[in-house]
């Protein structure tokens, strides 16, 4: 499997941006669909986006679509989320995760590999 390291969480006022990073290691990165979650205290773990091997692909929740954006530096290993316009309902422990599915997923058990995440708090 591979390891995954989240980096990149704070506090951020409503309608700022923050970026989170994820480094993966242990397997080859891009044999991997990656993904980010994200887990409010009281709530289910929650699709955000995700995005395919070669980084061409994106797919997002719509609560996050047109504020989140997914990238992918397959040359390092590394997986991004750009979050732009933060509202106070997008505070929660963020996670990346892997997947070697080759078909499009939102499902958390689909993911094999996940990070220890990263908390983003939005004060509003």
């Known amino acids: 499997q591979v390891q995954l390291v989240e980096s990149g969480g704070g506090l951020v006022q409503a309608g700022g941006s923050l970026s989170l990073s994820c480094a993966a290691s242990g397997r080859t990165f891009r044999d991997y669909r990656m993904g980010w979650f994200r887990q409010a205290p009281g709530k289910d773990r929650e699709f955000v986006g995700a995005i395919s091997r070669s980084g061409v692909t994106t797919y997002y929740a719509d609560s996050v679509k047109g504020r989140f954006t997914i990238s992918r530096d397959n040359a390092k290993n590394t997986v991004y989320l750009q979050m732009n316009s933060l509202k106070s309902e997008d505070t929660a422990v963020y996670y990346c995760?892997?997947?070697?599915?080759?078909?499009?997923?939102?499902?958390?058990?689909?993911?094999?590999?996940w990070g220890q995440g990263t908390q983003v708090t939005v004060s509003s």
């Open positions: 995760a892997a997947s070697s599915s080759f078909v499009y997923t939102t499902i958390p058990s689909n993911f094999k590999s």
